[in-house]
């Protein structure tokens, strides 16, 4: 449960990861609890490959329109880094697929 926590709480608000927490493992546990489970888990130091001096992170949203006359529109996330100016990634409503070619 502590892991689930963890990892809805990195991608989504406190109150989403509450939310999925309750679908997915039919446990209801607050908001504030994810919070205080995140402050209080230790975390190890991550080890460098190599030296990095520049990682530049954007994201944003894009409208997405659908065909049909009347229908609203969604809006969906992407992001994008730049590491050290020459290295490019990015991911279209996909944190994880993002964070993982960063840790590379």
Not at 6 to 14: C, F, K, M, Q, V
Not at 26 to 53: D, F, L, M, N, W
Not at 79 to 98: I, P, R, T, W
């Amino acid at each position: 449960m502590t892991k689930h926590c963890l990892r809805l709480s990195a991608n989504e608000s406190y109150q989403g990861a509450e939310e999925e927490l309750e679908a997915l493992l039919g446990i209801k546990i607050s908001h504030s609890t994810c919070q205080r489970i995140v402050q209080r888990t230790a975390y190890e130091q991550p080890t460098a490959k190599q030296k990095v001096t520049q990682i530049i992170v954007d994201g944003g949203n894009v409208r997405v329109r659908t065909p049909k006359k009347g229908e609203g529109s969604t809006w969906l996330g992407y992001k994008s880094a730049v590491v050290e100016g020459m290295y490019y990634g990015a991911a279209f409503q996909d944190n994880g697929e993002l964070t993982d070619w960063l840790e590379k």
